[in-house]
């Protein structure tokens, strides 16, 4: 393994361990030349996949690409990062089981944003907004009211409160006039 600091070929395993979910082997490795410490993690991988990009573009799936777009998406929210390696781990081990050795960036997007709906509605909007390329506030409106709508039989938006007075309509606003006093005849 390569050092990172220095660029030297020999390094030593100090230390080796399964990662938190036993997805990974965690290795903690020092580097003879200059003595830097870094941490390496071994993973099981099915197959190599190849991601074809919305231009027809062919690259090789990064799982650590992925693992980024979500970290962004998941910037300074409450997730604990042991439930973020499991989300990327899970989203990971799919895509190679999935039996096909190509996968659309489509796919993988469909599967962040599902993994992200139920982990962080905030990061799900975060990314749901680069991922499908909001333009307009209207966007954002539609996709909270799927969002707020999800939690509901038929994915039905929650009806009003009917006991909630709501802003009186305004005469000719399509609210009825206000009602007038009889004038007495004296």
């Avoid at 909630?164 to 009602?179: L, M």
Wanted: proline fraction near 7%; hydrophobic fraction near 35%; charge should be positive.
């Amino acid at each position: 393994m390569r050092c990172p600091y220095c660029g030297g070929l020999d390094t030593q395993v100090k230390d080796s361990r399964p990662s938190d979910d036993a997805s990974a082997i965690r290795r903690r490795r020092i580097c003879p030349d200059c003595g830097g410490r870094f941490t390496t993690f071994e993973r099981v991988q099915l197959r190599d996949l190849t991601v074809v990009k919305r231009s027809g573009r062919r690259v090789p799936f990064d799982r650590d690409k992925l693992q980024r777009s979500i970290d962004v998406a998941l910037r300074k929210r409450p997730v604990e990062a042991d439930r973020v390696e499991r989300l990327v781990s899970g989203i990971a081990r799919q895509l190679e089981s999935g039996g096909e050795a190509e996968v659309s960036s489509e796919a993988i997007g469909e599967l962040v944003m599902e993994g992200l709906k139920a982990l962080d509605d905030v990061a799900y909007v975060r990314f749901a907004s680069v991922y499908k390329n909001f333009r307009e506030a209207r966007d954002f409106e539609e996709l909270l009211g799927r969002l707020n709508g999800a939690g509901r039989p038929g994915g039905e938006p929650e009806p009003p409160d009917e006991a909630a007075p709501g802003p009186a309509a305004a005469p000719g606003e399509g609210g009825e006039a206000p009602a007038r006093r009889a004038r007495s005849r004296a």
